[in-house]
Protein backbone atom coordinates (compact mmCIF):
# COMPACT_ATOMS: atom_id res chain seq x y z
CA UNK A 1 0.00 0.00 0.00
CA UNK A 2 1.24 3.73 -1.00
CA UNK A 3 0.38 6.65 1.01
CA UNK A 4 0.73 10.22 -0.31
CA UNK A 5 1.25 12.74 2.37
CA UNK A 6 -0.10 15.98 1.34
CA UNK A 7 1.57 19.56 2.94
CA UNK A 8 -0.84 20.77 5.49
CA UNK A 9 0.31 24.18 5.60
CA UNK A 10 0.96 27.16 3.50
CA UNK A 11 4.41 26.98 4.42
CA UNK A 12 7.18 25.97 2.33
CA UNK A 13 8.24 22.51 3.14
CA UNK A 14 11.77 22.88 4.59
CA UNK A 15 9.48 25.29 7.30
CA UNK A 16 7.61 22.27 8.61
CA UNK A 17 10.45 20.91 11.10
CA UNK A 18 11.87 23.31 13.33
CA UNK A 19 15.26 23.63 12.57
CA UNK A 20 18.16 22.77 14.30
CA UNK A 21 17.98 26.42 16.32
CA UNK A 22 14.97 25.95 17.72
CA UNK A 23 16.23 23.02 20.26
CA UNK A 24 16.97 23.81 23.53
CA UNK A 25 20.00 21.52 22.85
CA UNK A 26 21.15 20.03 20.07
CA UNK A 27 20.32 15.77 20.35
CA UNK A 28 21.01 13.09 17.83
CA UNK A 29 18.51 11.17 19.36
CA UNK A 30 15.12 14.28 20.11
CA UNK A 31 16.44 16.26 17.48
CA UNK A 32 15.36 17.65 14.13
CA UNK A 33 15.47 14.06 12.39
CA UNK A 34 13.16 12.28 15.27
CA UNK A 35 10.44 15.46 15.46
CA UNK A 36 10.14 15.40 11.30
CA UNK A 37 9.34 11.94 11.75
CA UNK A 38 6.97 12.39 14.47
CA UNK A 39 5.19 15.40 12.50
CA UNK A 40 5.01 12.88 9.84
CA UNK A 41 3.49 9.94 11.51
CA UNK A 42 1.09 12.10 13.42
CA UNK A 43 -0.05 13.88 10.18
CA UNK A 44 -0.81 10.08 8.48
CA UNK A 45 -2.37 9.44 11.88
CA UNK A 46 -4.61 12.41 11.65
CA UNK A 47 -5.54 11.76 8.01
CA UNK A 48 -6.43 8.32 8.15
CA UNK A 49 -8.29 8.78 11.22
CA UNK A 50 -10.29 12.07 9.60
CA UNK A 51 -9.13 14.31 12.13
CA UNK A 52 -8.77 17.10 9.30
CA UNK A 53 -10.40 19.68 11.46
CA UNK A 54 -7.21 18.66 13.77
CA UNK A 55 -4.56 19.18 11.17
CA UNK A 56 -3.05 22.36 12.22
CA UNK A 57 -3.01 21.73 15.92
CA UNK A 58 -1.69 18.23 15.35
CA UNK A 59 1.53 19.46 13.41
CA UNK A 60 2.18 22.17 15.90
CA UNK A 61 1.96 19.90 18.95
CA UNK A 62 4.38 17.66 17.09
CA UNK A 63 6.42 20.34 15.89
CA UNK A 64 6.62 22.10 19.40
CA UNK A 65 6.86 18.54 21.36
CA UNK A 66 10.73 18.20 21.67
CA UNK A 67 12.13 21.56 21.52
CA UNK A 68 12.51 21.96 25.45
CA UNK A 69 14.01 18.61 25.77
CA UNK A 70 17.08 19.40 28.24
CA UNK A 71 19.01 15.84 27.91
CA UNK A 72 17.94 12.68 26.11
CA UNK A 73 16.75 11.11 29.46
CA UNK A 74 13.48 9.85 31.08
CA UNK A 75 11.93 13.41 31.67
CA UNK A 76 8.22 13.87 32.44
CA UNK A 77 8.20 17.59 32.43
CA UNK A 78 9.92 18.38 28.74
CA UNK A 79 6.45 19.15 27.22
CA UNK A 80 6.21 21.79 30.03
CA UNK A 81 9.82 23.03 29.21
CA UNK A 82 8.45 23.17 25.59
CA UNK A 83 5.84 25.66 25.87
CA UNK A 84 8.15 27.55 27.97
CA UNK A 85 9.98 27.59 25.15
CA UNK A 86 7.85 28.60 22.53
CA UNK A 87 6.84 31.92 24.79
CA UNK A 88 10.41 32.78 24.28
CA UNK A 89 10.11 32.14 20.38
CA UNK A 90 7.89 34.78 19.16
CA UNK A 91 9.06 34.09 15.82
CA UNK A 92 8.07 30.24 16.19
CA UNK A 93 4.42 31.49 17.32
CA UNK A 94 4.89 33.83 14.18
CA UNK A 95 6.12 30.76 12.32
CA UNK A 96 2.90 28.48 13.55
CA UNK A 97 0.30 31.36 12.67
CA UNK A 98 1.15 31.10 9.14
CA UNK A 99 0.92 27.78 9.01
CA UNK A 100 -2.62 27.85 10.32
CA UNK A 101 -2.42 27.52 13.79
CA UNK A 102 -4.71 29.86 15.42
CA UNK A 103 -5.03 31.49 19.07
CA UNK A 104 -7.95 29.12 19.82
CA UNK A 105 -5.54 26.41 19.21
CA UNK A 106 -3.17 27.27 22.02
CA UNK A 107 -4.88 25.71 24.94
CA UNK A 108 -5.16 22.22 22.97
CA UNK A 109 -1.47 22.17 21.79
CA UNK A 110 -0.41 23.11 24.98
CA UNK A 111 -2.25 20.04 27.21
CA UNK A 112 -0.98 18.08 24.17
CA UNK A 113 3.16 18.56 24.48
CA UNK A 114 2.78 19.21 28.22
CA UNK A 115 0.86 15.42 28.61
CA UNK A 116 2.32 13.60 25.95
CA UNK A 117 5.59 12.14 27.61
CA UNK A 118 3.55 11.75 30.80
CA UNK A 119 0.46 9.06 31.94
CA UNK A 120 -2.37 9.32 29.85
CA UNK A 121 -5.56 11.92 30.25
CA UNK A 122 -9.09 11.00 30.73
CA UNK A 123 -10.55 10.14 27.72
CA UNK A 124 -13.35 12.50 28.30
CA UNK A 125 -10.89 15.44 28.32
CA UNK A 126 -11.58 17.35 25.78
CA UNK A 127 -8.17 17.65 24.61
CA UNK A 128 -7.76 14.06 24.37
CA UNK A 129 -7.69 12.95 20.97
CA UNK A 130 -4.83 15.48 20.30
CA UNK A 131 -2.72 14.28 23.03
CA UNK A 132 -3.54 10.72 22.25
CA UNK A 133 -2.30 11.19 18.54
CA UNK A 134 0.92 13.16 19.42
CA UNK A 135 1.64 10.35 21.83
CA UNK A 136 1.44 7.51 19.43
CA UNK A 137 3.22 9.52 16.69
CA UNK A 138 6.02 10.07 19.12
CA UNK A 139 5.73 6.40 19.89
Request: with cysteine; charged share 25%; aromatic share 6%.
Amino acid sequence: MSYRLKNPTPLPLEDLAPHPEIFAQRSRLHGQAHVSRVIIHALVLADVLGLEKLTARVWAAAYIHDIGRRHDGICTDHGQFAMERVATLPCLKSLLAEGGVSDEDWAAITVAVENHCRKEILRTHPHWTLTAVLKDADA
